[in-house]
């Protein structure tokens, strides 16, 4: 087993996300007592600016100097891997790597590494996201590496996926989930293979609707599992989707 590790969590993008992958954390750690989880330092930064605000228009705050800032912050405090569970964040990745020495954990590549490699006959990823890593083409350029065509849904479904992660999930109101699996079936009927959800708000409403299906990959439970594993811990298979 590898060295245990102290894992620092780059969070409040957004901050409902980040509790969740918290929770998933201590939900897929295969631990018998507190002594077994990751140590984990948690900035739960949520006044960092939007994401996609600033990759659709350059003009708006620019949210790279706080986010090298908090990682630093992080290296400074103990921390010896850090995670961003925000995929729209990773648009800024290579930046943010460059200014700590500790390892950043990709959630696109690991992401994309995992359907790779457990989705029988990929040829096909839908990806559910943000304008703004959509336009970034962040899960793009990561499927090219691997010779897998990417699929993004339509202008109408985009709208409608940037109305439930903005307005529902991080506005805290009530999630239209007829509308979210709707986009989910749409994708998966126009040849997709499987569907990566590739926005952290995505992945709390595959928990709340409780979402088993090998079609479906949640960015951030396979997160949590390479954080898991990084980190010196075993993953416990029984809870997941993740094997």
Do not use: W
């Given at each position: 087993?590898?060295?245990?590790?102290?894992?620092?969590?780059?969070g409040?993008?957004?901050?409902?996300?980040?509790?969740?992958?918290?929770?998933?954390?201590?939900?897929?750690?295969?631990?018998?007592?507190?002594?077994?989880?990751?140590?984990?330092?948690?900035?739960?930064?949520?006044?960092?600016?939007?994401?996609?605000?600033?990759?659709?228009?350059?003009a708006?705050?620019?949210?790279?100097?706080?986010m090298?800032?908090?990682?630093?912050?992080?290296?400074?405090?103990?921390?010896?891997?850090?995670v961003?569970?925000?995929?729209?964040?990773h648009?800024?990745?290579?930046?943010?790597?460059?200014?700590?020495?500790?390892?950043?954990?990709?959630?696109?590549?690991?992401?994309?590494?995992?359907?790779?490699?457990?989705?029988?006959?990929?040829?096909?990823?839908?990806?559910?996201?943000?304008?703004?890593?959509?336009?970034?083409?962040?899960?793009?350029?990561?499927?090219?590496?691997?010779?897998?065509?990417?699929?993004?849904?339509?202008?109408?479904?985009?709208?409608?996926?940037?109305?439930?992660?903005?307005?529902?999930?991080?506005?805290?109101?009530?999630?239209?989930?007829?509308?979210?699996?709707?986009?989910?079936?749409?994708?998966?009927?126009?040849?997709?293979?499987?569907?990566?959800l590739?926005?952290?708000?995505?992945?709390?409403?595959?928990?709340?609707?409780?979402?088993?299906?090998?079609?479906?990959?949640?960015?951030?439970?396979?997160?949590?599992?390479?954080?898991?594993?990084?980190?010196?811990?075993?993953?416990?298979?029984?809870?997941?989707?993740?094997?």
């Amino acid at each position: 087993m590898a060295d245990e590790k102290i894992l620092g969590v780059l969070g409040g993008i957004g901050p409902l996300a980040t509790v969740y992958f918290m929770e998933l954390l201590v939900n897929l750690t295969d631990a018998a007592s507190d002594q077994g989880h990751i140590s984990c330092l948690v900035y739960n930064h949520a006044s960092i600016p939007d994401r996609t605000d600033y990759i659709m228009d350059s003009a708006k705050p620019n949210p790279l100097p706080v986010m090298i800032a908090d990682a630093q912050l992080l290296e400074r405090s103990g921390a010896e891997t850090i995670v961003i569970p925000c995929n729209t964040a990773h648009y800024f990745y290579e930046q943010i790597q460059k200014n700590v020495s500790i390892p950043i954990i990709n959630i696109i590549e690991e992401t994309v590494k995992y359907a790779h490699g457990h989705v029988p006959n990929l040829r096909t990823l839908g990806i559910l996201a943000t304008k703004g890593t959509i336009t970034a083409g962040s899960y793009q350029k990561v499927c090219e590496k691997y010779g897998i065509h990417c699929a993004v849904p339509s202008l109408f479904d985009e709208q409608a996926l940037m109305h439930i992660i903005y307005n529902q999930v991080k506005a805290g109101q009530s999630v239209d989930y007829k509308e979210f699996l709707r986009i989910v079936d749409s994708m998966l009927n126009e040849g997709c293979d499987a569907v990566i959800l590739g926005c952290t708000e995505l992945s709390v409403i595959h928990r709340d609707l409780n979402m088993d299906r090998p079609d479906v990959i949640d960015s951030m439970e396979v997160l949590a599992k390479v954080s898991i594993i990084s980190c010196g811990k075993t993953v416990r298979t029984t809870h997941s989707q993740l094997t």
